[in-house]
T-cell receptor
Framework: SQQGEEDPQALSIQEGENATMNCSYK?????LQWYRQNSGRGLVHLIL???NEREKHSGRLRVTLDTSKKSSSLLITASRAADTASYFC????????????WGAGTKLIIKP | NAGVTQTPKFRVLKTGQSMTLLCAQD?????MYWYRQDPGMGLRLIHY???????AKGEVPDGYNVSRLKKQNFLLGLESAAPSQTSVYFC?????????????FGDGTRLSIL
């Protein structure tokens, strides 16, 4: 069963625009993580936000977490062609310190 | 520093054949995982290991077996391959923590079962 569900499933924007992806989950969490997957490659960890944090930044990435709504968003500012990839959110269980549950991902295409 | 290495990268099998997928990590991570990724779906956990000599079932373990004889290696076996096991398989590892830690992934093994 999927814990995280990303929205939208696919997103196509012009280079330079901002891209926003959302993730919803169902149960209480310790933290939520975002990953990127380039075509034909493995997933790469982008950012981890803990349940007591509301916002976190890393370079052009901004992640927010609303535990009352059980949702998170990933904002990529000033998008570049190299940002073309699939983005996944993953959540853990309150009673597990190692397992993650994954959403189906958002496929982001940046048009030059 | 290679991180997580998976071999082979591609493989085609006939139904009923067996094979072993190899995963090696050089980060001294406690936890290791095997996932499968199918089109339009997120990663699904097959088996995982919380330490050398221990393994446990994940969400979709049927038809697979695993072993972790050494801390750095995690093997995934298919005893009798079926077309439904056609997928991309990812190995990942993570360090111990009081809560879940970032996972490090290999580049996957693309497996086709004819």
């Amino acid at each position: 069963s999927q814990q995280g569900e990303e929205d939208p499933q696919a997103l196509s924007i012009q280079e330079g625009e901002n891209a926003t992806m959302n993730c919803s989950y169902k149960t209480s969490i310790n933290n939520l993580q975002w990953y990127r997957q380039n075509s034909g490659r493995g997933l790469v960890h982008l950012i981890l936000i803990r349940s007591n944090e509301r916002e976190k930044h890393s370079g052009r990435l901004r992640v927010t977490l609303d535990t009352s709504k059980k949702s998170s968003s990933l904002l990529i500012t000033a998008s570049r062609a190299a940002d073309t990839a699939s983005y996944f959110c993953a959540t853990d269980h309150m009673d597990s310190n190692y397992q993650l549950i994954w959403g189906a991902g958002t496929k982001l295409i940046i048009k030059p | 520093n290679a991180g997580v290495t998976q071999t082979p990268k591609f493989r085609v099998l006939k139904t009923g054949q067996s094979m072993t997928l190899l995963c090696a990590q050089d980060m001294n991570h406690e936890y290791m995982y095997w996932y499968r990724q199918d089109p339009g779906m997120g990663l699904r956990l097959i088996h995982y290991s919380v330490g050398e000599g221990t393994t446990a079932k994940g969400e979709v373990p049927d038809g697979y077996n695993v072993s972790r004889l050494k801390k750095q290696n995690f093997l995934l076996g298919l005893e009798s391959a079926a077309p439904s096991q056609t997928s991309v398989y990812f190995c990942a590892s993570s360090p111990w923590g009081t809560e879940s830690q970032p996972q490090h992934f290999g580049d996957g093994t693309r497996l086709s079962i004819l």
